[in-house]
């Protein structure tokens, strides 16, 4: 367990209730999102109580024991649409039993904290780094299109499909059955107002007042309370073993341990990804360092908790942990006082959840889910190398129409045998004339540096950059990006020697320019090969974060620019 700071309790404070009063609507909505594929009006809310059972007990224990001083954990998008298949088909193969089901969600978020446990253990945070972007591109953009097409039922006021076929195959059955209209547009307001509040004010949380405020409307509409979550069990939660309705005694636990193993271990490897890139984002704002195999022990002990007393799995979430940070939160406090706060939320406040309706929380996850879509990457499909743009489709597609897990492994393995055939192409290059490009100490000036006055040397650092740029040498790169001293005006990034730039580098590259003209420092580029520079005018980073007069195809032309 990390270190609790005591140095900022006001921010804490003040970052936790935030972040808990933003966590408030959306644990409930994927707690219903999961249930959605069970036929029965106990569904929702059951689902809303496994909801907020989920987000209070990871959000502590993650909190507690993780390695990422600022992250707030919680059901999130990817992980719920992997725990909504899970119950469905514990809900098909049990022929309706509440109590079969509880314990396969039971099981498999215990075994999903026991494998980011291991996962911690063995050290295997660091290789999350290796992942390239356009396969978490096309799978976080088929999680955010599979969130919005199963809303779009509880929307009109129907019971959503679990298959994305049937949802696309059923939808024009489901409306000729009819549609309600009071559900349809609470369900557009909720949305409209998540859009409009921010451009009011954005010290209340938009998707608070899009719940508070749909919910009272519905109440005076005299709303179908068929359509509305309904009561949700009050007082402490109580492990799966003691619910009611689990006969311990007549459950065959092989069968369902084996059923349980896998989704745990998809759950447990979807939800180290989220949340080591979440920690990153973190990292990014705060200027920390989170510890990533920390961090996954963390969530594994908050996850294996929560699955045992029938909450949802989940990771560390982006859009809660970044208002907990804006909010003041620096520690892992701010994380605990989240949890304390939906706690509070579950003890007291439980039955007025009861009046709001389903559409609401459809509504608000619909913005949820055209958050998560990665709209540049699909904008820049035709700019990036095609390779790249077929791994984003296949796994795109693969995530949306097939399931998470296998779209993640084929889009790996595509990603990597035409890395591997572009990295042997390009050394084949290297090759011709029978002479290959000799390694470098970064530290060494090349000898075209001999025009670089001592008295600029003092305002200016030459970054010598060698080697592709691709999603497996971005780290090393971000490093290297770091170690710009505060006092420098300008920074020449010298490019000669790299060869190749995918889009992971491309985004890399935007990055680390920007932190750098934030900080107030001049940065020109000298020497870009052609692939380079074809990849960075075509994602716009030339000319809109450099312009066209700072880059130079010599580097005795970037020098004569500086002693204009």
């Known amino acids: 367990m990390a270190f609790i700071q005591t140095n900022n309790i006001k921010g804490d404070i003040f970052g936790g209730v935030t972040a808990g009063i933003v966590a408030l609507p959306l644990a409930l909505a994927f707690g219903i999102q999961a249930f959605g594929g069970i036929n029965h009006p106990e569904a929702a809310p059951m689902g809303a109580l496994a909801g907020l059972v989920g987000a209070t007990l990871l959000g502590f224990f993650a909190a507690l024991f993780g390695g990422t001083h600022s992250q707030i954990s919680g059901p999130t998008g990817p992980m719920t649409v992997i725990t909504a298949s899970l119950i469905s088909a514990a809900w098909t193969a049990s022929s309706g039993s509440f109590g079969a089901v509880l314990i396969s969600m039971a099981m498999a978020g215990v075994f999903c904290g026991l494998f ?70 609470l369900g557009f307001g909720t949305i409209a107002l998540i859009i409009a509040v921010p451009y009011l004010t954005k010290k209340v949380p938009a998707t608070l007042v ?152 459809a509504g608000i996850l619909i913005t949820v889910g055209w958050g998560i879509i990665d709209f540049r990457g699909f904008k820049d499909l035709t700019h990036i190398p095609k390779a790249d743009s077929f791994v984003l489709l296949v796994v795109f597609l693969m995530t949306v129409f097939v399931d998470l897990l ?83 005006k300008t920074v020449i990034i010298r490019m000669r020697r790299v060869s190749f730039m995918d889009q992971s580098g491309a985004y890399a590259m935007e990055s680390a320019i920007k932190d750098l003209q934030a900080q107030g420092k001049e940065v020109l580029l000298t020497i870009i090969q052609p692939q380079p520079d074809y990849i960075l005018h075509k994602t716009h980073l030339i000319p809109t974060v450099i312009s066209e007069d700072h880059c130079f195809a010599t580097f005795e032309d970037c020098i004569s620019y500086l002693k204009k």
């Open 210 to 361: 899009a719940l508070i405020a749909m919910t009272i409307v519905s109440i005076l509409c005299s709303f179908d309370a068929a359509l509305t979550i309904g009561n949700i069990p009050a007082g402490l939660p109580m492990p799966f073993f003691l619910k009611d309705g689990v006969d311990l005694g007549n459950l065959n636990w092989f069968s369902i341990i084996e059923a349980a193993l896998v989704p745990g271990l998809t759950l447990a490897g979807l939800g180290s990804i989220d949340t080591l890139l979440t920690s990153v984002v973190a990292d990014n704002i705060t200027k920390t360092k989170h510890n990533s195999n920390q961090e996954l022990i963390g969530q594994g002990i908050g996850n294996a908790i929560a699955g045992m007393f029938c909450g949802i799995a989940g990771a560390g979430a982006t859009m809660r942990t970044v208002v907990n940070v804006k909010s003041g939160g620096r520690t892992q406090i701010s994380g605990m006082v989240h949890a304390l706060f939906l706690l509070a939320i579950l003890l007291g406040l439980g039955s007025l959840v009861k009046y709001v309706p389903l559409s609401v929380l």
């Open 406 to 488: 296998t779209a993640v492994g084929i889009g790996m393995v595509i990603a990597c045998v035409l890395f591997m055939k572009r990295a042997g192409d390009l050394v084949e290059k290297q090759y011709e004339g029978g002479v290959l490009t000799d390694g470098f100490d970064k530290n060494t000036p090349w000898e075209d540096e001999k025009d670089v006055t001592d008295e600029m040397k003092q305002s200016i650092y030459i970054q010598r950059l060698e080697g592709p740029i691709f999603f497996g040498s971005i780290t090393g790169f971000q490093k290297t990006m770091h170690d710009v001293p505060s006092d420098i």
């Open 116 to 185: 980011q446990i291991i996962f911690g253990l063995i050290r295997i945070g660091k290789y999350v780094r290796y992942i390239p972007y356009p396969v978490l591109s096309g799978f976080m953009s088929g999680i955010g299109v599979i969130i919005i097409l199963q809303q779009i039922y509880p929307l009109i006021g129907k019971k959503s499909p679990v298959s994305t076929l049937d949802m696309i195959i059923n939808f024009p059955s489901a409306v000729a059955d009819g549609v309600s209209l009071m559900a349809l547009l």
